[in-house]
Each structure stands twice: as C-alpha cells, then as structure tokens.
C-alpha cells in the first residue's frame, strides 16, 4: 500500500453535471499530481501542487481545476462534464526537496463514468 | 511534444524466461525516466528510477538501462513467474519545471504457467 487513498472509488455522472475527486496524499508528501487515464492508455498529467500553489499544468481546459489543503488532502474539480471525461483519476503524492525528482506514490483511483 | 512509444501493447512469455520490454521516446532528453507497475483497477506502482548519466539500475530481478543516444529504455524482469503478469509503464520526468511524468502508454505483460 501506497499510503495515498482516493474517493469515491467510483462514480456515475450526468453531462454537464460537475464533479469533485478527492485524494489523501501521504503524510509529509509536499507535492500532490493527478493524472486521467483513459482505458488502455497511460496516465497523462493534469496538473501538479506544491505547498498549496499549482505547479505545472498539462493539455487540459481551465475547466479541470484544482486545490491543496494543508493537511495533505487534495481535490479536483471538474465543471461541465463531457463523455470524453469518463477515464481512471489518479492522485500521485511525493516529496520535493528542490532536489532531483523522486518517485511519485499513486492511489487507487476514482473511476469516473460521464453518461 | 514528447512522444513515448513502448513497443508492444501486450507481451508474452514463458515461465522461467526473461521479459524485455522496450520504451522509446522523441524530442528531448528526459534527466530520469521511471517504470511503474499497474495491475488492473489499481493505481501504478513505482519500481525503478534510474537517471541520464547512468547507464543500469537493478533491484532484484528487475534491471533498467537508459541509452539517451538511442533515446531508448529497456527495462528486464529475469526469471519471471506468473505474478509479474500486470501491465508496465515507462514514464519520463525533467528536471525542470514541475515534477510530473510523461507515460508511455504500457505493456501488458502475461506470464504463462
């Protein structure tokens, strides 16, 4: 086990509804990723947090956005859902030094279904 | 963009024998690439990290090289059993900006009795 949880475990939405992912990073981690992962493709990058400030942000629309808490819990947000956002969301916590990069420790996932 | 390519979707192999699986990537240089672990409904599982200035990491019977000539990783689990069955994700970092990753897009790996 990663220490990293994430809920729901599933969840079953409408188009055009909004969602939020919640995700329990692994205490001391600094730094939270999310990641969609459509099914048979690798994650792909959202965007990252670190100490509470977005960090870096893939190809996705503003409408995907984010928070950090200090706690080391985490959320994403999605407004207006589309078909397309039906995929695995995946929450990785690590900890950045400023050093070299180090491995990231992924939860279980939220599947998501937009019907 | 980067673009990674891991050479088959699926791959099998005989109990005993030695898996290769092979992650390819263009443009630039990653400073770390890392492969990962996922068994189906779960999330990935870190496994090795191995940097651009070294050229093999092992860790048990798993052994990664990285040829950023080639712009290739090849990433070996010897003597393999039934429970190395899971699909295997190569993923690239930079050393600059944020601290994501670039994955591939996996080898299902199965692994016959």
């Known amino acids: 086990e990663t220490g990293v949880t994430q809920s729901p475990t599933h969840l079953i939405k409408t188009r055009g509804q909004q969602v939020t992912l919640r995700c329990s990073s692994q205490?001391?981690?600094?730094?939270v990723s999310w990641y969609q992962q459509a099914l048979g493709q690798g994650p792909q990058f959202i965007f990252q947090y670190y100490r509470e400030e977005e960090n870096g942000r893939g190809n996705f629309p503003p409408r995907f956005s984010g928070l950090q808490f200090p706690n080391y819990s985490s959320e994403l947000n999605v407004n207006a859902l589309e078909l397309d956002d039906s995929a695995l969301y995946l929450c990785a916590s690590s900890l950045d030094s400023g050093g070299p990069p180090r491995e990231q420790y992924f939860g279980p996932g939220t599947r998501l279904t937009v019907t | 963009s980067q673009k990674i390519e891991q050479n088959s979707e699926a791959l099998n192999i005989q109990e005993g024998k030695t898996a290769t699986l092979t992650c390819n990537y263009t443009?630039?240089?990653?400073?770390?690439l890392q492969w990962y672990r996922q068994d189906p409904g779960r999330g990935p599982v870190f496994l090795l990290l191995i940097r651009e200035n070294e050229k093999e990491k092992r860790k048990e019977r798993l052994k990664v090289t990285f040829d950023t000539t080639l712009k290739q990783s090849l990433f070996h689990i010897t003597a393999s059993q039934p429970a190395d069955s899971a699909t295997y994700l190569c993923?690239?970092?930079?050393?600059?900006?944020?601290?994501?990753?670039?994955f591939g897009t996996g080898t299902r790996l199965t692994v016959i009795p």
């Open positions: 993923a690239l970092q930079r050393v600059t900006g944020a601290n994501n990753l670039f």
């Open positions: 205490s001391g981690h600094n730094t």
């Open positions: 443009n630039y240089s990653p400073a770390y």
